[in-house]
T-cell receptor, first 114, second 115 residues
């Protein structure tokens, strides 16, 4: 039973380019969470999605960031016109249900903006 | 509203001595509480969780945590530290009403184990 998969594991983008981060949840999980971890900081919640729905995006920056979790395929976190400050590790987690059900984390995507 | 406070950003212990990582929370609802561990350049792994059953929770690798409602605490302990325990540890609270429970991470505690 494969765990949460994220790709790419490492992504390098120049300022102004777009970054697309993919997350495939564990089999049977329909809840996906995205987090950002800046160097020397903890995880910051970004967005919580269920299939085809954004449930909570209170942690998403107002501009340039978007997320989706389509009916088919992985969840995508998109960052448009990346800036140096977007360099971070982005983690995806999935759960069977919300709340008491623990989240299973992917290995993360490390984004470097040059 | 909810919050999590990890009282120590860094903890250093000698190998073979006890580990105590402190976590306090606040929540308007009955919370569920978790501890995760993150080794360098790795994802997060669940150590243990509290979900309103037994207040003393045992996890993997010899870790345990006790939920104390009166103190709003969920401290993580281990009787004897091992070198492989060196990592960053995150305390997490989830709570809410209806179908959605908000997740809040603490800022993390880095555990150093000295040989």
């Amino acid at each position: 039973n494969a765990g949460v998969m994220q790709n790419p594991r490492h992504l390098v983008r120049r300022r102004g380019q777009e970054a697309r981060l993919r997350c495939s949840p564990m089999k049977g999980h329909s809840h996906v969470y995205w987090y950002r971890q800046l160097p020397e900081e903890g995880l910051k919640f970004m967005v919580y999605l269920q299939k085809e729905n954004i449930i909570d995006e209170s942690g998403m920056p107002k501009e340039r960031f978007s997320a989706e979790f389509p009916k088919e395929g992985p969840s995508i976190l998109r960052i448009q016109q990346v800036v140096r400050g977007d360099s971070a590790a982005y983690f995806c987690a999935s759960s069977l249900k919300t709340g008491v059900h623990e989240q299973y984390f992917g290995p993360g995507t490390r984004l470097t903006v040059t | 509203a909810q919050s999590v406070t990890q009282l120590d950003s860094h903890v250093s212990v000698s190998e073979g001595t006890p580990v105590l990582l402190r976590c306090n929370y606040s929540s308007s609802y009955s919370p569920s509480l978790f501890w995760y561990v993150q080794h360098p350049n790795k994802g997060l792994q669940l150590l243990l969780k509290y979900t309103s059953a037994a207040t003393l929770v045992k996890g993997i690798n010899g870790f345990e945590a006790e939920f104390k409602k009166s103190e709003t605490s969920f401290h993580l302990t281990k009787p004897s530290a091992h070198m492989s325990d060196a990592a960053e540890y995150f305390c997490v609270v989830t709570s809410g009403s209806g179908g959605y429970q908000k997740v809040t991470f603490g800022t993390g505690t880095k555990l150093q184990v000295i040989p």
